[in-house]
């Protein structure tokens, strides 16, 4: 019988972050499911800042259940997050915008 291996997202989480940057998040990652905490990681491998991630972690997860896009795809074929102060438009429906 073979065994289905899970990855622990909130180790990944740990071991990528500052600790400055996990008491930033640890109350939202503590509220998180597995699948919620893998959105969160995906954002913050993608180079956005640890608040974006802790704001539009949840929303990320919940859009990619109901649209057949990657993470990757969600993350950088779309225009980058205005507060960043920088990044390319393109004139497509963002996910955290969907709320």
């Not at 989480?13 to 998180?32: G, R």
């Not at 109901?66 to 795809?73: I, K, L, Q, T, V």
């Not at 993350?75 to 990044?87: H, K, W």
Request: some cysteine.
């Amino acid at each position: 019988m073979r065994k289905i291996l899970t990855v622990n997202y909130r180790r990944k989480i740990i071991a990528l972050l500052s600790d400055f940057q996990y008491k930033q998040a640890e109350k939202a990652l503590k509220e998180s499911s597995n699948e919620e905490l893998e959105a969160f990681w995906h954002i913050i491998v993608a180079g956005y800042p640890v608040c974006f991630a802790v704001k539009h972690h949840k929303t990320l997860c919940h859009y990619l259940q109901n649209h057949p896009y990657s993470y990757a795809e969600s993350l950088t074929t779309y225009r980058i997050f205005p507060e960043l102060g920088s990044g390319i438009l393109i004139p497509k429906t963002q996910w955290f915008e969907l709320n």
